[in-house]
T-cell receptor, first 115, second 110 residues
């Protein structure tokens, strides 16, 4: 079974530039999550989708971050304009619904450095 | 509000010694608790969840609702247990979002 795929693995940009991350979840997983993990901290939930609808985006800085999940499969997370404090690893995860909802399958992450 | 607290950033023990990684939570209701692990150069993955009541790789965790804790334990540490461990909580609401603690790095000394 293929795992969660993310790209790019690494990205270096200057502040005020824009960046986009892509995620392909495990086939059949209805729920998709984007987490931000700053060095030395735990993953922080940015947005949660179920199919192509947003379930929770309360922690997403909507003035600069946006995310979409077209057709309920792949997802993109965009940052525009980037700030220094956005330097982090962006993790995508997916899960089934129901009794297995708590088992998240993570991608390798996209490491962003903002200079 | 949901919150997960892991008070130790680093825990270092000798091989063969007992291990206890602490996790406390705050949630108004009955949440589901998990332990996730990230080994070096690997993805974050589920280790165990409290409802399954399983022992995984010798680790167990008991949910103590009175103390709002979900500590991870292993009686005899092995070198391959060295990793980052994250406690996580899922609340039972329409969102069922999963939040993580800040993590504890477990280092097993030979």
């Amino acid at each position: 079974e293929a795992g969660v795929a993310q790209s790019p693995r690494y990205k270096i940009i200057e502040k005020r530039q824009s960046v986009a991350f892509w995620c392909n979840p495990i086939s059949g997983h209805a729920t998709l999550y984007w987490y931000q993990q700053i060095l030395g901290q735990g993953p922080k939930l940015l947005i949660q989708f179920q199919n192509n609808g947003v379930v929770d985006d309360s922690q997403l800085p909507k003035d600069r971050f946006s995310a979409e999940r077209l057709k309920g499969v792949d997802s993109t997370l965009k940052i525009q304009p980037a700030k220094l404090e956005d330097s982090a690893v962006y993790l995508c995860a997916s899960s089934l619904v129901g009794a297995s909802a708590g088992e998240l399958f993570f991608g390798e992450g996209s490491r962003l450095t903002v200079l | 509000a949901q919150r997960v607290t892991q008070p130790e950033k680093l825990l270092s023990v000798f091989k063969g010694a007992p291990v206890e990684l602490k996790c406390n939570y705050s949630y108004s209701g009955s949440p589901e608790l998990f332990w996730y692990v990230q080994y070096s150069r690997q993805r974050l993955q589920l280790l165990l969840r409290h409802i399954s009541r399983e022992s995984i790789k010798g680790f167990t965790a008991d949910l103590n609702k009175g103390e709002t804790s979900f500590h991870l334990k292993k009686p005899f540490a092995q070198e391959e247990d060295s990793a980052m461990y994250y406690c996580a909580l899922m609340g039972y609401s329409s969102a069922s979002k999963i939040i993580f603690g800040s993590g504890t790095r477990l280092s097993i000394r030979p």
